[in-house]
């Protein structure tokens, strides 16, 4: 069943199938894009309060009984890899560490056969003493933000002294084997981005892959604004005053950033343009809230309630055909920069990123 965000549901209908969809297994839509990497979001809970995603005060969070049990987390992520050719799975929140019950979902999930490639965004609170119970599990790499190297920065961005927590986090991440450990910034202007040659540097230095991220339009409050946004442009031309950067050989396929070499080589680092050269084009995901929604884009105003299937008894196969559906109505593109564009009700904590 697909509802529009704010409205009442109409529990256990689903959509009419569209006759002009393919009789293919797989997430396909109708432009051509066919969706392998299942993001799940595993809570809408956050120990961070990082000001261009949600108030000081935090949010309203989901209630307990809304959300996804374990059983339920791990039955359609089965009905994802077995039904519909998912092959990658990216774990996020929230916070994904405050989970209860992470490691089970992760062991059962990297049982399935094929077994997917499996990945975890964290903010990197609590992962120094988690990064090897991650990887017995069977994770296989993650990402972890980090928006400044200066502790009064990171407690004025994030409303929290725990910069230590996250560089403890990521040693404990590579220690554990969890490589490539890629760290994933947002620049500010007038905030910290006077600090994007010093991320890289020192991201070279400890082997960490640095992706830096336009800011986008997902924040609770809606205080969003193009001006203030630090663009993929901007920030190539700060790297620029230190490192040489090529343009990275290697087909990007359907990766949100674009990798560059820096200084020759080999290590490099990422951008991920979301706003100003968006990649719609070459999208290859679908999404799955914690309270059991497919959403068809980051930006996407409808959602899917497959919770609902689950909980009335429907089938494997029942639930597979309408997340079929949801992507086959996937639009083209975000519409950020279209007239009429507007902000998706959900923040992007309780989406997943």
């Not at 956050?46 to 987390?73: F, I, K, V």
């Not at 950067?245 to 990766?255: K, N, V």
């Not at 559906?325 to 990123?353: C, E, T, V």
């Amino acid at each position: 069943m697909t509802t529009e965000l704010g409205l009442p549901s109409l529990r256990g209908v689903g959509p009419t199938r569209d006759p002009a969809r393919p009789d293919d297994p797989r997430l396909v839509d109708t432009f051509g894009r066919v969706a392998t990497d299942l993001r799940i979001s595993l809570t809408d809970r956050c120990n961070l309060r990082c000001t261009y995603c949600m108030p000081a005060e935090g949010l309203d969070w989901m209630p307990r009984s809304e959300q996804l049990t374990d059983d339920e987390l791990v039955r359609l992520i089965g009905v994802a890899v077995h039904e519909l050719g998912v092959e990658e799975l990216r774990f996020t929140g929230g916070e994904p560490l405050l989970r209860k019950g992470l490691e089970n979902v992760l062991a059962a999930s990297a049982a399935l056969r094929p077994r997917p490639d499996i990945s975890l965004t964290t903010n990197g609170i609590g992962l120094a003493r988690r990064a090897r119970a991650l990887a017995s599990a069977g994770v296989n790499r993650l990402n972890v933000s980090l928006d400044t190297l200066r502790q009064d920065r990171f407690a004025t961005i994030t409303r929290r002294d725990r910069i230590s927590d996250v560089l403890d986090g990521l040693r404990a991440a590579r220690d554990a084997g969890l490589a490539p450990v890629k760290i994933n910034s947002v620049l500010l202007r007038g905030v910290n981005d006077d600090e994007a040659c010093d991320l890289l540097e020192f991201a070279l230095e400890h082997g960490y892959q640095l992706r830096f991220i336009e800011q986008m339009p997902l924040d609770a409050q809606h205080g969003w604004k193009r001006t203030s946004m630090v663009t993929a442009g901007e920030i190539m031309d700060l790297l620029s005053a230190r490192f040489t950067l090529t343009e990275h050989p290697e087909d990007r396929g359907g990766a949100p950033a674009e990798k560059f070499v820096v200084d020759g080589g080999p290590q490099t680092v990422g951008i991920i343009a979301s706003v100003t050269r968006p990649f719609c084009g070459a999208c290859d995901r679908t999404r799955l809230t914690a309270d059991g929604q497919v959403r068809t884009c980051l930006f996407a105003h409808t959602e899917t309630d497959l919770r609902a299937m689950l909980r009335r008894g429907a089938p494997d196969h029942e639930i597979a055909d309408v997340w079929r559906d949801a992507m086959w109505g996937k639009r083209a593109g975000h519409g950020i920069d279209d007239p009429g564009f507007l902000q998706p009700d959900r923040p992007m904590s309780a989406i997943g990123g």
